[in-house]
């Protein structure tokens, strides 16, 4: 059973290799971001790179042409000093333009994946949570980094580079064909030859890079999860199991660089088998043609010069394409993020609301996560201003869902939820959002100190606002207990403390955010009764005056509520405050005496 579910796990992964042609469209797309650079470091980049490619060009011609032809074959030694010199300073010439060429292609490239991340972080942050039941934080984190970053040689070296070689080709052709063209038809008849090989091997060297990155986030998925869980690892102790799974998974990680890593080595030993023939040829003809008189020594000298410079290009060319392959490989899924959009949007005339009293109303609500099986039926509640208001039911009778919906986290599938009579896809979300805040059973607490922690509820707060929050919720005893006081660094998640005493903390961060709309998912459910005590007077400071929504299993923390729901597989069965729900009798009532006879028996 364990085999199969480990097995069940290994294709859990929405990741896949997508297959399409190559998308000239998406390259530009991609080269957009170049754009803000347009007039800065790009027109810099490009100017050193020509006149670094010119030099290039020019100096064979000074070496054979003009150096052999005319001073060495004249003997005409002040000849041969100055086109020397006229070399020397050539060479020098390209020397600084080349600096200048990789520092400034590097600068452009580390501001493009810079502004990318930050472009794919900031729109990932705007996504509906629908997006992320879908997809596991690795292969999120993936795409954030390790796809980013394998853009980077693209940016820093190939775009750049492809032009230069490109102009370097172009450039070396023309002045063989001058130089001669029958000698310059026969030294590049491999071309053709070699571009229909090399086209057959694209879309497989297209393909295992799409592999690769779909192995990498495989990989980094279940390294995600596993540092997340290694307690329940450990409790079960499934470390075996756990490490057979990675083993599969970062040997199909393995075995994808191997195939991707084969691909790109096939290519360059190509070219220099062609460039080897191109050699070949211009021994055997060339010598045939200086023989005849229709070549000079020095235009056979600088065709050989220009011939071992014109594969050089087309080798880079071949990594260039590699490189290219990778990035669009990494683009395509970094565009499909990008591309993806909210599945609660916000509508482009959205309403700001002001001076919310926090009266929340449910019209004929339905609700389907997988638009299969209802987690809402017909729902019609109404959530008055300034009430605290519990919902209580078993697993899955839809008492999240319900609150979900009030922070418009999100749609309705049918009807509507409203805030002060208007319909939440009307408001501007951040207008919403800020005047709700949750209190989670599993609160999160950031890597960082006490106070930053408290303070995430309102990053304007002073330090004696955020000491005025945890005072009168009951966490300012505890935290000046601890050594560094307010200024204790917490680990991810809060390990350093208590289950009770991070409750403490998320309920000093939601008052400091003082919403009007306050909702208490289990938020007291892993706090002991002796620490729950202790807070009921910062709760009931934290409830007062704003629309209170409590979810609680312990139905003792609920009986002063004004209004209690009772739910059950999606549907309102009862509501009414608690004497009135248990003079009826009926579910709460059965709720309530299974819930104290549990407690009885322990």
Request: no cysteine.
């Amino acid at each position: 059973m364990q085999h199969t579910e480990k097995k069940a796990r290994f294709h859990y992964s929405t990741e896949q290799v997508i297959e399409k042609p190559f998308n000239w469209m998406q390259m530009l797309r991609l080269l957009g971001y170049m754009k803000p650079y347009a007039w800065t470091l790009l027109p810099k980049t490009i100017i050193v790179m020509l006149l670094a490619t010119a030099v290039r060009l020019i100096v064979p011609i000074f070496i054979g042409v003009y150096a052999l032809d005319r001073a060495i074959d004249q003997n005409n030694l002040s000849l041969i000093y100055t086109y020397a010199g006229i070399v020397l300073a050539l060479y020098l010439v390209a020397y600084v333009a080349n600096v200048f060429r990789i520092r400034w292609m590097n600068e452009l490239g580390q501001h493009i994946i810079y502004d990318i991340r930050k472009a794919l972080f900031k729109h990932i942050q705007r996504l509906s949570h629908r997006f992320f039941d879908q997809r596991s934080g690795g292969s999120i984190l993936v795409r954030v980094i390790n796809d980013v970053n394998s853009m980077q040689d693209l940016f820093t070296n190939g775009v750049v580079n492809l032009l230069m070689d490109i102009i370097m080709l172009v450039g070396i052709i023309i002045i063989l064909f001058t130089l001669s063209p029958e000698l310059a038809i026969l030294v590049l008849i491999v071309l053709p030859i070699m571009f229909m090989i090399s086209t057959q091997l694209r879309r497989k060297i297209r393909r295992s890079w799409q592999t690769v990155r779909v192995r990498q986030s495989k990989l980094n998925s279940h390294l995600n999860e596993s540092i997340q869980g290694i307690r329940v690892t450990q409790a079960y102790s499934q470390e075996k199991e756990n490490m057979d799974f990675f083993n599969r998974v970062n040997t199909d990680n393995f075995e994808s660089w191997k195939t991707a890593t084969k691909m790109n080595a096939m290519f360059r030993p190509f070219v220099e088998m062609a460039s080897a023939i191109g050699a070949v040829v211009l021994i055997w003809y060339g010598s045939h043609l200086y023989q005849t008189g229709a070549v000079t020594i020095g235009v056979f000298v600088s065709f050989a010069f220009y011939l071992g410079m014109f594969w050089e290009p087309i080798s880079r060319l071949g990594q260039v394409y590699n490189q290219l392959l990778v990035g669009m490989a990494s683009s395509e899924r970094i565009f499909e993020f990008l591309d993806e959009k909210p599945s609660v949007p916000e509508k482009e005339n959205a309403k700001t609301i002001k001076d919310v009293r926090g009266e929340i109303v449910f019209k004929g609500v339905e609700f389907s996560y997988d638009n299969k099986r209802k987690a809402l039926h017909e729902v019609n509640l109404t959530f008055k201003a300034g009430q605290t208001i519990a919902l209580v039911g078993h697993t899955g009778s839809g008492k999240s869902t319900i609150v979900n919906l009030m922070s418009r986290f999100y749609d309705p599938t049918k009807g509507s939820v409203t805030l002060d009579g208007v319909d939440l896809r009307d408001l501007k979300l951040d207008d919403l959002r800020t005047n709700v805040s949750y209190v989670l059973q599993d609160t999160f607490i950031f890597a960082g100190t006490i106070m930053d922690n408290i303070r995430f509820g309102k990053p304007t707060a002073t330090d004696e606002e955020v000491i005025s929050a945890a005072k009168a919720i009951g966490a300012h005893s505890f935290i000046e207990r601890l050594e560094e006081g307010y200024k204790t660094e917490v680990e991810e998640k809060g390990n350093v403390l208590s289950v009770g005493e991070r409750q403490l903390l998320s309920f000093a961060r939601a008052l400091l955010a003082d919403p009007k709309i306050l909702i208490l998912d289990e938020a007291t459910a892993s706090i002991d009764t002796e620490t729950e005590l202790t807070i009921q007077a910062g709760l009931k400071k934290l409830l007062h005056n704003r629309t209170a929504i409590m979810i609680a299993h312990r139905l003792s923390t609920i009986r002063d509520a004004d209004h209690i729901i009772v739910l059950d597989h999606g549907e309102v069965m009862e509501a009414g405050a608690h004497d009135e729900l248990m003079n009826k009798q009926g579910i709460y009532f059965k709720l309530v005496q299974s819930q104290y006879a549990a407690m009885t028996a322990e």
